[in-house]
């Protein structure tokens, strides 16, 4: 019975840990940092919010003006965010850190756009 019980908890934590630690639903920009290491804090003359679906569809909003478009991860952490009207796609790096999604861009081999990386911090506001 005991095994059973400790069976069930793993389960438990395993499940809620997938659910914790994935791009679906809607993030708002936090901060950013620059390859010189400086930082900027959101304030609040700036909004930037993208949001994921599971159809994978994302959306993103600067300042209210609207981008959508189609979003797939590869199995090495790589977000590619591909816009149909423009035929554009933008590649980064994320990867989570205290619940936070952090992105950098990269480009095509996987190299950073930034010397160090230019990292944006975003924050899940909904799920």
Sequence with gaps: MRMFLAILFFLNISCENKERYTVIGVWELSESKTDNGAKFVKNDDFEYL???S?????TQSLNGKIFSGIYKISHKNI?????PVINDTVLYSYRFE???????EIDLKGSFIC????SKIFEKIKK
């Design 54 to 58: 599971k159809d994978s569809m994302y």
């Design 79 to 83: 977000l590619e965010l591909i816009d």
């Design 50 to 52: 993208i949001s994921f």
């Design 98 to 104: 205290k619940e936070r999604l952090i992105l950098d």
């Design 115 to 118: 010397d160090e990386g230019c």
